[in-house]
């Protein structure tokens, strides 16, 4: 969308909603056969047409409202595909853990270390706001330990879980962060979080506010069909990864892909035109929603069906993950990175998805 004014609304934003719904309403279920490719594929094209409609509004808003409606989309589509897969696929405790460890590993190396790259390579030493990046940490840092780490060394329940008590303990406490964070961001320090040498093209490509409340109605129900899509294809990641042979965390890693993916772009184009700033705010800011909100409503669903949620990491992907925050902290440090960083963080990306397959 950049670079241009926005006064359409693309057709196929406006179909694939709809196919989606009517695909799952007539098809239901889908097993591991060839028709899953095909959902599988509407459902990739409402998860785009989803966050377009979500970028449409993002624009009219202004940063850092605009990142947050991003942000929240995205968590949606997320929260969305985990409650499908945990009420319709094969039991997996461990699917609420992974998605978060593979959401927080994705986009602090992943998708922050290719928008350095991309920025580095336009301007060699790119410049952020040290105060908006250093406030991502402070909130994303604790959140994931809590999340993460620290039901590992409780013992008020065995291994990677926490007791009920504890577990709508934490809830509250991602949720209370979240919304601190928001304040924060929106009100008493907006402009920590503002672009830094902002392209003047933005402001020309703001659309209308008719066409931002067109996206806003159109944006329900690309989410909904989504929701379907993933409740349809449950059973078929669930087999597929199964006879593939690989890890069960893989499941996770496909979540945080499908949500992750679109937002990409949407961060590599404000890396590509000199706002690294919100490239961050996108990138981090989708790792604290995806947390502050996803683990209270999974939690509450869990409590309601029941369902046993292992949110402990293993030793190995504890360190890495506090490896990646320390290097995250150097890199967000000085207000200033280079093509250096992003390198090392793609690195650490590549380190993680090698350990998956060779733990």
Known sequence: MAGAPIDRIPLHTILLPALGIVTYLLIGKIALEPLAIVVGLVLLGNVVAAVHHAEVVALRVGEPFGSIVLALAVTIIEVGLIVSLMLTGEPNPGILRDA?????????????????????????????RLEGANAFLAVLIPMAVLVLVLPNHVVSAPGPYYSPLQLGFVAVACLVLLIAFLFIQTTWHRDYFLPVGAAPEIEHIRPTARFALASLGLLIPALVSVVLLAKALAP?????????????????????????????????????GNRLQSSINLSLGS?????????????????????????????????LMTLGFGVAIVTYGTGRTTLLAGIVHLVLLATWVFTIFAP
């Open 100 to 128: 978060v460890h593979a959401v927080v590993m994705m986009v602090v190396h992943g998708l922050s270390g290719l928008c350095i790259v991309v920025a580095a390579l336009r301007q060699r030493e790119v410049e952020f």
């Open 287 to 319: 790792a604290v929603a995806t947390i502050g909100l996803s683990v209270p409503v999974i939690a509450a669903v869990s409590e309601w069906q029941h369902y046993p949620l292992a949110l402990g990491i293993s030793a190995g992907d504890t360190v």
């Open 236 to 272: 078929a990641i669930g087999a597929g990864i199964g006879a593939l042979g690989a890890p069960i965390a893989l499941v996770g890693v496909v979540i945080a892909a499908i949500v992750l993916l679109p937002e990409c772009a949407s961060a590599l184009r404000a890396a590509a």
